[in-house]
């Protein structure tokens, strides 16, 4: 940091006089950095290295660490566990893969930079709906069997092309034995099994009749995860008139009509009702409406009477206000089944003054809060809906057939015009499917659960002990998470598709009772061992599938049972997978994913967890946002402004885009994709390519005299790059375990801008280039030493640069991943880092005054404060000298020091009229017959 001085400035003067013609070429006696090491490499040449690198270094790396080769490996540090949240097998790698996988490899590597080994396991969601709809969309209606199949082969399609990709931008894992894990694996799936049944023994998963999100045009029930928005669906909104039964109300004045007024933007619901809810707490009146005939009055909460003028444009006149408590005894007409004449009002607490009218139409088949109130009120459940979105007969005849999203409302409201009051159009946010974007409806059927309720306060209790990161972020972060969970009414894991895991149980032929036991559960395992597929479910008559031992155990014979025809939800398939690739009841150190996976693999996997074993999978969760471009856009197709990882590897090379993740993909939930950003990244990643060349070229290979101890050096300069190497390490090594990666990039940048070249490269040249043996030796062990730190702190962001950069380094063969890189806590040395910084501070102000002037020409005398700090630089007082350290550090030809009464840094600059010498135009030539100055005379005698 610049500090500020007072300080006088005496007379300048400025030589004109050149150097002499050169009469001898010394290029050859200065020690110039040679390397082979390319400073950079065309397309072509870069794409060639990358595959060298990937083949020769990368691919066995993670081998070696696993099998604790590295020497020095500390047995006492617990192996670092990421545990892979599986991407799904059903297309090619996006940029957001691009994001998701690079920041879970830059957090291996730093680790085993670091000295600790990994585990880390790459896997694949391999079932569900989105596979099977491109699977069989060419062919539809085809059987259980034939989905499966192909269902099959397109997803190891897609998993073999991304994982080819993945190892192509050098993630570390164990790419050559294959060592992965797919949903679809034989073990997988008996893992699945026992835990599916280790639940439903213990009364964690059970099968009902519930309302659940479910998609018409995938036929399926969905989990909240599987689900979108569209902000711009368009729903009817109507106050619908329910005929109230005079019998239940105390009125002050009698009329002949009584209505209760019902808000509802899913009109096709109402052939389902059973019930209107109302809340006690709030105060209700009976108002008759302008337009309308005198002799009706329409019952709506108080609080809710101007909302309902203003959106209908109807005038209110209070006729009687009532308490809430006095509707318990109301019932009304149905107003679509006349047989229905006398159903009840019940009081419930999600009936809210906020919007509506305070009354609220309930029909337990297609709403949660409405089946709710059916259980306690005993209310059996019906649904009117079938699985494909269509009226069944048992729905009014002019309903019959007809599809709920499509002909539902405007045939209802049709049918009951004359209670329509008012009717309008409302846009709003509405839930769709996520894969086939189309709308859903909350409809009841018969679905498993898993019983979220025993699960949410331990699991609450678990997330406070989760870090979560990035930092900035954590609070919100396990708000937002504790949030989904604490909203989850119940989870539905089954489906009913046929590419996926069976819910391996039998139903009674005659009752449909549930029928299962252990081993009935080991059975079918078995048979999952032997064939190596689950297919023979689907294969297999029951009389095949289920031994008559067995069934004599449950008590019935082979022909009373069915076996049942759901799959288990993705998310249950996924959210397991802690327990099928984590043996030995691990738990993971880190899952790293995108924000999404709040409502998703977070949540499926820390609720299985609590379920199996009563803790979290993961001790932290790192969370990080989706890529958009320059303009904010999320990318797709239909946009035109996708950018594939592909096309940025070809362009602008594998560590650019390492680098562009490194430096972005931490710190903003959208991440910015743009050609300015990866140009920059490329940018940047040359600079350090050129940093490590020259390095190179200075140390030379590897050899005996870089690995012995570091001489005694009295060098202040070399003892300050070392110590500045203490402090580098330290501060990378915290922010990589802070995973704030954007500022372990800024901090290499700005080390190797400052610390290393404006300074230590900048100063130590002329030593460098022109000093003897001994002291190119100590600048070649010093340099060798930051030459492996800077390897140390890039091959986490750009392995395939260090990697390459080592080749031409340790021409052996060995490989970067192999070395134990550390800084020494001997090389701290808060003495010489002062030191360095005070001639720094003095240098800044010379280079004021100096202006262009070359400053090797250059006499200065420093008088006041910091001489304590400079004489250790230039131990003489009085003395001008020219070959002090303090000379090489100020790049002046002499420096005097001399003391003052005043404590102010005062500077005298003078111009010496001499000629430098040509070989190190450094020293002045004082003698005209004098060919190079004195100390390059003794170098090259020696050399010679």
């Not at 060298?52 to 696993?66: R, T």
């Not at 880390?120 to 499966?148: F, M, V």
């Not at 691990?586 to 499926?604: N, P, R």
């Given at each position: 940091?610049l500090?500020?001085?007072?300080?006088?400035?005496?007379?300048?003067?400025?030589?004109?006089?050149?150097?002499?013609?050169?009469?001898?070429?010394?290029?050859?006696?200065?020690?110039?950095?040679?390397?082979?090491f390319?400073?950079r490499?065309?397309?072509?040449?870069?794409?060639?290295?990358?595959?060298?690198?990937?083949?020769?270094?990368?691919?066995?790396?993670?081998?070696?660490?696993?099998?604790?080769?590295?020497?020095?490996?500390?047995?006492?540090?617990?192996?670092?566990?990421?545990?892979?949240?599986?991407?799904?097998?059903?297309?090619?790698?996006?940029?957001?893969?691009?994001?998701?996988?690079?920041?879970?490899d830059?957090?291996?590597?730093?680790r085993?930079?670091?000295?600790?080994?990994?585990?880390?396991?790459?896997?694949?969601?391999?079932?569900?709906?989105?596979?099977?709809?491109?699977?069989?969309?060419?062919?539809?209606?085809?059987?259980?069997?034939?989905i499966?199949?192909?269902?099959?082969?397109?997803?190891l399609?897609?998993?073999?092309?991304?994982?080819?990709?993945?190892?192509?931008?050098?993630?570390?894992?164990?790419?050559?034995?294959?060592?992965?894990?797919?949903t679809?694996?034989?073990?997988?799936?008996?893992?699945?099994?026992?835990?599916?049944?280790?639940?439903?023994?213990?009364?964690l998963?059970?099968?009902?009749?519930?309302?659940?999100?479910?998609?018409?045009?995938?036929?399926?029930?969905?989990?909240?995860?599987?689900?979108?928005?569209?902000?711009?669906?368009?729903?009817?909104?109507?106050?619908?008139?329910?005929?109230?039964?005079?019998?239940?109300?105390?009125?002050?004045?009698k009329?002949?009509?009584?209505?209760?007024l019902?808000?509802?933007?899913?009109?096709?619901?109402?052939?389902?009702?059973?019930?209107?809810?109302?809340?006690?707490?709030?105060?209700?009146?009976?108002?008759?409406?302008?337009?309308?005939?005198?002799?009706?009055?329409y019952?709506?909460?108080?609080?809710?009477?101007?909302?309902?003028?203003?959106?209908?444009?109807?005038?209110?006149?209070?006729?009687?206000?009532?308490?809430?408590?006095?509707?318990?005894?109301?019932?009304?007409?149905?107003?679509?089944?006349?047989?229905?004449?006398?159903?009840?009002?019940?009081?419930?607490?999600?009936?809210?003054?906020?919007?509506?009218?305070?009354?609220?139409?309930?029909?337990?088949?297609?709403?949660?809060?409405?089946?709710l109130?059916?259980?306690?009120?005993?209310?059996?459940?019906?649904?009117?809906?079938?699985?494909e979105?269509i009226?069944?007969?048992?729905?009014?005849?002019?309903?019959?057939?007809?599809s709920?999203?499509?002909?539902g409302?405007?045939?209802?409201?049709?049918?009951?015009?004359?209670?329509?009051?008012?009717?309008?159009k409302?846009?709003?946010?509405y839930?769709?499917?996520?894969?086939?974007?189309?709308?859903?409806?909350?409809?009841?059927?018969?679905?498993w659960f898993?019983?979220?309720?025993?699960?949410?306060?331990?699991?609450?209790?678990?997330?406070?002990?989760?870090?979560?990161?990035?930092?900035?972020?954590?609070?919100a972060?396990?708000?937002?998470?504790?949030t989904?969970?604490?909203?989850?009414?119940?989870?539905?894991?089954?489906?009913?598709?046929?590419?996926?895991?069976?819910?391996?149980?039998l139903?009674?032929?005659?009752?449909?009772?549930?029928?299962?036991?252990?081993?009935?559960i080991?059975?079918?395992?078995?048979?999952?061992?032997?064939?190596?597929?689950?297919?023979?479910w689907?294969v297999?008559?029951?009389?095949?599938l289920?031994?008559a031992?067995?069934?004599?155990e449950?008590?019935?014979?082979?022909?009373?049972?069915?076996?049942?025809?759901?799959?288990?939800?993705i998310?249950?398939?996924?959210?397991?997978?802690?327990?099928?690739?984590?043996?030995?009841?691990?738990?993971?150190?880190?899952?790293?994913?995108?924000?999404?996976?709040?409502?998703?693999?977070?949540?499926s996997?820390?609720?299985?967890?609590?379920?199996?074993?009563?803790?979290?999978?993961?001790?932290?969760?790192f969370?990080?946002?989706?890529?958009v471009?320059e303009?904010?856009?999320?990318?797709?197709?239909?946009?035109?402004?996708v950018?594939?990882?592909?096309?940025?590897?070809?362009?602008?090379?594998?560590d650019?885009?390492?680098?562009?993740?490194?430096?972005?993909?931490?710190?903003?939930?959208?991440?910015?994709?743009?050609?300015?950003?990866?140009?920059?990244?490329?940018?940047?990643?040359?600079?350090?390519?050129?940093?490590?060349?020259?390095?190179?070229?200075?140390?030379?290979?590897?050899?005996?005299?870089q690995?012995?101890?570091?001489?005694?050096d009295?060098?202040?300069?070399n003892?300050?790059?070392?110590?500045?190497?203490?402090?580098?390490?330290?501060?990378?090594?915290?922010?990589?375990?802070a995973?704030?990666?954007?500022?372990?990039v800024?901090?290499?940048?700005?080390?190797?801008?400052?610390?290393?070249?404006?300074?230590?490269v900048?100063?130590?040249?002329?030593?460098?280039?022109?000093?003897?043996?001994?002291?190119?030796?100590?600048?070649?062990?010093?340099?060798?030493?930051?030459?492996?730190?800077?390897?140390?702190s890039?091959?986490?962001?750009?392995p395939?640069?260090?990697?390459?950069?080592?080749?031409?380094?340790?021409?052996s063969?060995?490989?970067?991943?192999?070395?134990r890189?550390?800084?020494?806590?001997?090389?701290?040395?808060?003495?010489?880092?002062?030191i360095?910084?005070?001639?720094?501070?003095v240098?800044?102000?010379?280079?004021?005054?100096a202006?262009?002037v070359?400053?090797?020409?250059?006499?200065?005398?420093i008088?006041?404060?910091?001489?304590?700090?400079?004489?250790?630089?230039?131990?003489?007082?009085?003395?001008?000298?020219?070959?002090?350290?303090?000379?090489?550090?100020?790049q002046?030809?002499s420096?005097c020091?001399?003391?003052?009464?005043?404590?102010?840094?005062?500077?005298?600059?003078?111009?010496?009229?001499?000629?430098?010498?040509?070989?190190?135009?450094r020293?002045?030539?004082?003698?005209?017959?004098?060919?190079?100055?004195?100390?390059?005379?003794?170098?090259?005698?020696?050399?010679?």
């Amino acid at each position: 940091m610049l500090r500020i001085f007072n300080f006088r400035i005496g007379n300048r003067l400025y030589c004109v006089k050149a150097a002499r013609k050169d009469a001898k070429k010394y290029t050859d006696t200065i020690n110039l950095p040679r390397t082979k090491f390319p400073n950079r490499l065309t397309a072509a040449k870069r794409e060639e290295q990358e595959r060298l690198v990937l083949e020769k270094k990368i691919a066995v790396s993670y081998e070696y660490q696993e099998q604790e080769q590295q020497q020095g490996v500390d047995k006492r540090i617990p192996t670092f566990v990421l545990h892979d949240g599986p991407p799904y097998a059903n297309g090619q790698l996006h940029m957001g893969h691009a994001v998701n996988k690079i920041l879970k490899d830059v957090t291996l590597r730093q680790r085993v930079a670091h000295g600790q080994q990994v585990n880390y396991i790459p896997g694949w969601d391999c079932h569900g709906l989105p596979i099977e709809l491109k699977a069989t969309s060419a062919a539809p209606g085809q059987n259980a069997q034939e989905i499966r199949q192909k269902s099959r082969a397109f997803a190891l399609e897609a998993i073999q092309s991304q994982k080819d990709e993945f190892s192509s931008w050098g993630i570390l894992a164990n790419w050559r034995k294959n060592d992965i894990y797919m949903t679809f694996q034989p073990e997988f799936v008996v893992n699945q099994l026992q835990m599916f049944y280790d639940l439903y023994e213990r009364g964690l998963v059970y099968r009902d009749l519930k309302p659940v999100y479910w998609s018409p045009s995938s036929r399926t029930a969905l989990a909240e995860a599987e689900l979108e928005y569209d902000p711009s669906h368009i729903s009817p909104s109507v106050y619908v008139r329910f005929a109230l039964n005079p019998n239940g109300l105390d009125l002050d004045v009698k009329y002949k009509r009584i209505y209760a007024l019902v808000w509802t933007t899913t009109p096709w619901t109402l052939p389902s009702n059973q019930a209107i809810c109302y809340n006690e707490s709030l105060e209700y009146v009976l108002v008759r409406l302008q337009d309308h005939s005198t002799d009706e009055l329409y019952l709506m909460a108080k609080a809710l009477m101007a909302d309902f003028e203003a959106s209908t444009q109807l005038k209110c006149e209070v006729i009687q206000t009532l308490g809430g408590s006095s509707l318990g005894k109301l019932t009304y007409k149905h107003p679509i089944d006349q047989e229905k004449a006398d159903l009840p009002f019940f009081d419930a607490s999600h009936v809210q003054d906020s919007k509506g009218t305070g009354l609220v139409h309930t029909a337990p088949a297609h709403g949660p809060e409405d089946f709710l109130v059916s259980l306690a009120r005993k209310i059996p459940v019906k649904c009117l809906v079938n699985k494909e979105g269509i009226y069944t007969k048992e729905a009014p005849s002019f309903l019959r057939g007809q599809s709920v999203l499509d002909q539902g409302n405007p045939l209802v409201l049709q049918h009951i015009a004359k209670d329509v009051v008012h009717s309008a159009k409302l846009e709003h946010s509405y839930p769709i499917d996520w894969r086939t974007k189309q709308p859903v409806i909350i409809r009841a059927s018969e679905q498993w659960f898993i019983n979220t309720e025993k699960l949410k306060t331990p699991a609450a209790e678990a997330l406070e002990k989760v870090e979560i990161y990035p930092r900035t972020n954590a609070e919100a972060s396990k708000r937002a998470l504790l949030t989904q969970l604490q909203k989850r009414p119940y989870w539905c894991i089954s489906r009913q598709r046929a590419w996926g895991v069976p819910i391996p149980v039998l139903y009674s032929r005659e009752s449909g009772k549930v029928v299962i036991n252990s081993a009935l559960i080991e059975h079918f395992c078995q048979l999952l061992r032997q064939e190596g597929s689950i297919d023979f479910w689907w294969v297999r008559p029951i009389e095949e599938l289920v031994p008559a031992h067995i069934a004599t155990e449950l008590g019935y014979e082979v022909k009373d049972l069915v076996k049942g025809s759901d799959i288990l939800d993705i998310w249950f398939d996924s959210g397991s997978t802690w327990s099928a690739v984590l043996k030995n009841d691990k738990v993971a150190d880190l899952y790293l994913e995108g924000y999404d996976q709040f409502t998703g693999w977070f949540q499926s996997s820390l609720l299985m967890s609590i379920a199996a074993r009563g803790c979290a999978p993961y001790k932290a969760l790192f969370v990080h946002g989706f890529t958009v471009d320059e303009k904010g856009y999320k990318m797709s197709k239909s946009l035109g402004n996708v950018i594939s990882p592909k096309q940025i590897t070809k362009k602008y090379g594998t560590d650019a885009l390492r680098w562009w993740v490194a430096s972005h993909g931490t710190q903003h939930m959208s991440i910015i994709v743009s050609d300015k950003l990866l140009q920059q990244a490329a940018e940047n990643v040359s600079k350090m390519r050129g940093t490590l060349r020259y390095l190179k070229g200075v140390i030379g290979e590897k050899g005996a005299d870089q690995e012995q101890q570091l001489l005694p050096d009295r060098s202040y300069l070399n003892r300050y790059l070392l110590s500045q190497l203490v402090e580098f390490e330290s501060e990378v090594a915290k922010l990589y375990s802070a995973y704030e990666y954007n500022r372990v990039v800024a901090c290499i940048q700005n080390f190797v801008a400052n610390q290393v070249s404006a300074v230590y490269v900048h100063l130590i040249k002329d030593r460098l280039y022109c000093g003897n043996d001994q002291e190119l030796l100590a600048i070649r062990q010093t340099l060798t030493q930051c030459y492996r730190q800077l390897c140390k702190s890039l091959w986490p962001i750009v392995p395939f640069l260090v990697e390459e950069s080592w080749s031409y380094y340790d021409v052996s063969g060995g490989a970067f991943h192999e070395q134990r890189v550390g800084a020494k806590a001997e090389w701290e040395d808060r003495k010489a880092t002062e030191i360095v910084h005070a001639a720094l501070d003095v240098k800044r102000l010379i280079n004021q005054q100096a202006g262009e002037v070359n400053t090797w020409h250059l006499d200065v005398t420093i008088k006041g404060n910091k001489l304590k700090l400079l004489q250790e630089l230039h131990p003489v007082l009085g003395e001008p000298l020219s070959n002090s350290e303090l000379c090489e550090l100020l790049q002046v030809g002499s420096v005097c020091l001399e003391e003052a009464d005043n404590s102010d840094l005062s500077l005298t600059i003078t111009n010496l009229q001499t000629t430098l010498c040509p070989r190190c135009r450094r020293y002045s030539l004082h003698d005209d017959e004098q060919e190079t100055c004195k100390r390059c005379s003794v170098v090259m005698e020696v050399k010679n």
